[in-house]
T-cell receptor, first 112, second 112 residues
Framework: AAGVIQSPRHLIKEKRETATLKCYPI?????VYWYQQGPGQDPQFLIS???????DKGSIPDRFSAQQFSDYHSELNMSSLELGDSALYFC???????????FGSGTRLTVV | SQQGEEDPQALSIQEGENATMNCSYK?????LQWYRQNSGRGLVHLIL?????REKHSGRLRVTLDTSKKSSSLLITASRAADTASYFC????????????FGKGTKLSVIP
Protein backbone atom coordinates (compact mmCIF):
# COMPACT_ATOMS: atom_id res chain seq x y z
CA ALA A 1 0.00 0.00 0.00
CA ALA A 2 1.16 3.53 -0.73
CA GLY A 3 2.60 5.40 2.22
CA VAL A 4 3.30 9.04 2.91
CA ILE A 5 6.15 10.14 0.69
CA GLN A 6 8.52 12.87 1.76
CA SER A 7 11.28 14.45 -0.24
CA PRO A 8 14.11 14.95 -0.04
CA ARG A 9 15.26 12.37 2.53
CA HIS A 10 18.29 14.43 3.46
CA LEU A 11 19.05 18.10 2.98
CA ILE A 12 22.07 20.17 3.92
CA LYS A 13 21.76 23.93 3.86
CA GLU A 14 23.83 26.84 5.06
CA LYS A 15 22.63 29.42 7.56
CA ARG A 16 20.31 32.04 6.08
CA GLU A 17 19.46 29.84 3.11
CA THR A 18 15.96 28.61 2.28
CA ALA A 19 14.65 25.07 2.09
CA THR A 20 11.50 23.48 0.72
CA LEU A 21 10.29 20.12 1.98
CA LYS A 22 7.61 18.17 0.16
CA CYS A 23 5.01 15.72 1.37
CA TYR A 24 2.71 13.49 -0.65
CA PRO A 25 -0.09 12.06 1.52
CA ILE A 26 -1.79 8.72 1.22
CA UNK A 27 -4.46 8.86 -1.50
CA UNK A 28 -7.87 9.94 -0.14
CA UNK A 29 -6.27 11.38 2.99
CA UNK A 30 -7.33 15.01 3.03
CA UNK A 31 -5.45 16.19 6.12
CA VAL A 32 -1.72 16.76 6.28
CA TYR A 33 0.35 17.52 9.36
CA TRP A 34 3.94 18.72 9.77
CA TYR A 35 6.09 17.89 12.80
CA GLN A 36 9.62 18.84 13.78
CA GLN A 37 11.81 16.54 15.86
CA GLY A 38 15.09 17.91 17.18
CA PRO A 39 17.92 15.57 18.23
CA GLY A 40 16.79 13.48 21.21
CA GLN A 41 13.50 15.34 21.37
CA ASP A 42 9.88 14.40 20.89
CA PRO A 43 8.09 15.46 17.71
CA GLN A 44 6.57 18.93 17.92
CA PHE A 45 3.51 19.84 15.90
CA LEU A 46 4.07 22.68 13.45
CA ILE A 47 0.99 23.06 11.25
CA SER A 48 -1.78 21.13 9.56
CA UNK A 49 -4.01 21.50 6.52
CA UNK A 50 -7.43 20.16 5.69
CA UNK A 51 -8.79 20.46 2.18
CA UNK A 52 -6.03 22.92 1.28
CA UNK A 53 -6.86 25.25 4.16
CA UNK A 54 -4.74 25.65 7.29
CA UNK A 55 -6.59 23.88 10.09
CA ASP A 56 -4.30 24.02 13.12
CA LYS A 57 -1.14 25.89 13.95
CA GLY A 58 1.45 24.84 16.47
CA SER A 59 4.95 26.03 17.24
CA ILE A 60 5.84 27.03 13.70
CA PRO A 61 8.30 29.94 13.45
CA ASP A 62 7.30 32.97 11.39
CA ARG A 63 10.20 32.14 9.08
CA PHE A 64 8.39 28.99 8.03
CA SER A 65 5.31 28.75 5.86
CA ALA A 66 3.40 25.87 4.40
CA GLN A 67 0.59 25.16 2.02
CA GLN A 68 -1.44 22.30 0.64
CA PHE A 69 -2.05 22.10 -3.07
CA SER A 70 -5.02 20.95 -5.15
CA ASP A 71 -3.53 17.44 -5.44
CA TYR A 72 -3.28 17.41 -1.60
CA HIS A 73 0.48 17.38 -1.50
CA SER A 74 2.00 19.86 0.90
CA GLU A 75 5.19 21.90 1.02
CA LEU A 76 6.97 23.36 4.02
CA ASN A 77 9.02 26.42 3.14
CA MET A 78 11.74 27.46 5.52
CA SER A 79 13.63 30.72 5.14
CA SER A 80 16.54 32.39 6.90
CA LEU A 81 17.62 29.00 8.19
CA GLU A 82 19.29 28.84 11.59
CA LEU A 83 21.50 26.15 13.11
CA GLY A 84 18.65 25.31 15.49
CA ASP A 85 16.43 24.35 12.57
CA SER A 86 18.48 21.20 12.12
CA ALA A 87 16.01 18.43 12.81
CA LEU A 88 13.93 15.64 11.37
CA TYR A 89 10.80 16.99 9.71
CA PHE A 90 7.91 14.58 9.51
CA CYS A 91 4.79 14.82 7.49
CA UNK A 92 1.74 12.75 8.36
CA UNK A 93 -1.62 12.34 6.72
CA UNK A 94 -5.00 11.15 7.88
CA UNK A 95 -8.57 11.10 6.75
CA UNK A 96 -10.75 13.80 8.30
CA UNK A 97 -11.31 12.97 11.95
CA UNK A 98 -7.66 12.54 12.78
CA UNK A 99 -7.65 8.81 13.33
CA UNK A 100 -5.48 6.55 11.25
CA UNK A 101 -2.41 8.75 11.14
CA UNK A 102 0.40 7.64 8.85
CA PHE A 103 3.80 9.26 9.09
CA GLY A 104 6.34 9.61 6.32
CA SER A 105 9.96 8.62 6.80
CA GLY A 106 10.94 12.22 7.37
CA THR A 107 13.39 14.71 5.90
CA ARG A 108 16.60 15.19 7.85
CA LEU A 109 17.59 18.84 7.55
CA THR A 110 21.08 19.84 8.58
CA VAL A 111 21.91 23.53 8.72
CA VAL A 112 25.63 24.31 8.71
CA SER B 1 3.96 21.51 30.88
CA GLN B 2 4.50 18.88 28.25
CA GLN B 3 1.51 16.75 27.41
CA GLY B 4 2.26 13.06 27.34
CA GLU B 5 5.20 12.54 29.66
CA GLU B 6 6.83 9.14 29.33
CA ASP B 7 8.21 7.11 32.16
CA PRO B 8 10.86 5.73 32.29
CA GLN B 9 13.02 7.73 29.91
CA ALA B 10 15.20 4.70 29.25
CA LEU B 11 14.66 1.00 29.88
CA SER B 12 17.05 -1.88 29.36
CA ILE B 13 15.82 -5.48 29.59
CA GLN B 14 16.83 -8.98 28.56
CA GLU B 15 15.23 -10.65 25.58
CA GLY B 16 12.12 -12.55 26.63
CA GLU B 17 11.28 -10.20 29.48
CA ASN B 18 8.29 -7.88 29.48
CA ALA B 19 8.67 -4.13 29.06
CA THR B 20 6.26 -1.62 30.55
CA MET B 21 6.25 2.03 29.62
CA ASN B 22 3.99 4.65 31.15
CA CYS B 23 2.62 7.89 29.84
CA SER B 24 0.82 10.71 31.60
CA TYR B 25 -1.04 13.60 30.06
CA LYS B 26 -2.69 16.75 31.32
CA UNK B 27 -5.74 17.65 29.28
CA UNK B 28 -8.81 15.70 28.22
CA UNK B 29 -8.29 13.55 25.19
CA UNK B 30 -10.19 11.98 22.34
CA UNK B 31 -7.69 9.16 21.97
CA LEU B 32 -4.16 8.17 22.87
CA GLN B 33 -1.77 6.50 20.47
CA TRP B 34 1.55 4.74 20.84
CA TYR B 35 4.29 5.02 18.24
CA ARG B 36 7.64 3.36 17.76
CA GLN B 37 10.69 5.01 16.27
CA ASN B 38 13.90 3.27 15.35
CA SER B 39 16.92 5.51 15.65
CA GLY B 40 16.56 8.49 13.35
CA ARG B 41 13.79 6.84 11.37
CA GLY B 42 10.08 7.37 10.87
CA LEU B 43 7.31 7.01 13.41
CA VAL B 44 5.39 3.77 13.18
CA HIS B 45 1.87 3.66 14.58
CA LEU B 46 1.43 0.79 17.02
CA ILE B 47 -1.97 1.08 18.64
CA LEU B 48 -4.74 3.57 19.32
CA UNK B 49 -6.99 3.54 22.36
CA UNK B 50 -10.05 5.76 22.55
CA UNK B 51 -11.00 7.71 25.63
CA UNK B 52 -13.93 5.39 26.33
CA UNK B 53 -11.75 2.27 26.21
CA ARG B 54 -9.75 0.91 29.12
CA GLU B 55 -7.62 -1.78 27.55
CA LYS B 56 -6.59 -2.87 24.10
CA HIS B 57 -4.45 -5.69 22.75
CA SER B 58 -2.56 -6.10 19.52
CA GLY B 59 -0.26 -9.10 19.25
CA ARG B 60 2.38 -8.77 21.97
CA LEU B 61 1.20 -5.26 22.82
CA ARG B 62 -1.21 -4.38 25.59
CA VAL B 63 -2.28 -0.81 26.22
CA THR B 64 -4.27 0.45 29.16
CA LEU B 65 -5.86 3.84 29.63
CA ASP B 66 -6.98 5.39 32.89
CA THR B 67 -8.70 8.67 32.12
CA SER B 68 -9.29 9.42 35.80
CA LYS B 69 -5.53 9.40 36.35
CA LYS B 70 -4.76 10.73 32.86
CA SER B 71 -2.30 7.93 32.28
CA SER B 72 -1.64 5.07 29.92
CA SER B 73 0.73 2.15 29.87
CA LEU B 74 2.20 0.12 27.05
CA LEU B 75 3.23 -3.44 27.81
CA ILE B 76 5.37 -5.40 25.36
CA THR B 77 5.43 -9.07 26.28
CA ALA B 78 8.18 -11.54 25.46
CA SER B 79 10.44 -8.80 24.14
CA ARG B 80 12.80 -9.34 21.23
CA ALA B 81 16.00 -7.59 20.22
CA ALA B 82 14.05 -6.14 17.28
CA ASP B 83 11.83 -4.27 19.76
CA THR B 84 14.79 -1.99 20.55
CA ALA B 85 13.52 1.49 19.70
CA SER B 86 12.07 4.65 21.21
CA TYR B 87 8.41 4.53 22.11
CA PHE B 88 6.24 7.62 22.21
CA CYS B 89 2.73 8.17 23.39
CA UNK B 90 0.73 10.84 21.62
CA UNK B 91 -2.60 12.31 22.53
CA UNK B 92 -5.29 13.77 20.38
CA UNK B 93 -7.44 16.23 22.24
CA UNK B 94 -11.15 16.76 21.80
CA UNK B 95 -13.29 17.56 18.82
CA UNK B 96 -11.99 20.14 16.39
CA UNK B 97 -8.34 19.51 17.06
CA UNK B 98 -6.65 16.76 15.11
CA UNK B 99 -2.95 17.21 15.73
CA UNK B 100 -1.07 14.89 18.05
CA UNK B 101 0.87 16.01 21.10
CA PHE B 102 3.81 13.73 21.75
CA GLY B 103 5.54 12.87 24.99
CA LYS B 104 9.27 12.66 25.52
CA GLY B 105 9.54 8.99 24.70
CA THR B 106 11.04 5.93 26.34
CA LYS B 107 14.19 4.48 24.85
CA LEU B 108 13.92 0.69 25.10
CA SER B 109 16.97 -1.52 24.72
CA VAL B 110 16.37 -5.27 24.51
CA ILE B 111 19.58 -7.19 25.08
CA PRO B 112 19.86 -10.52 23.22
Amino acid sequence: AAGVIQSPRHLIKEKRETATLKCYPIPRHDTVYWYQQGPGQDPQFLISFYEKMQSDKGSIPDRFSAQQFSDYHSELNMSSLELGDSALYFCASSPRGGNGYTFGSGTRLTVV
Amino acid sequence: SQQGEEDPQALSIQEGENATMNCSYKTSINNLQWYRQNSGRGLVHLILIRSNEREKHSGRLRVTLDTSKKSSSLLITASRAADTASYFCATRSGAGSYQLTFGKGTKLSVIP
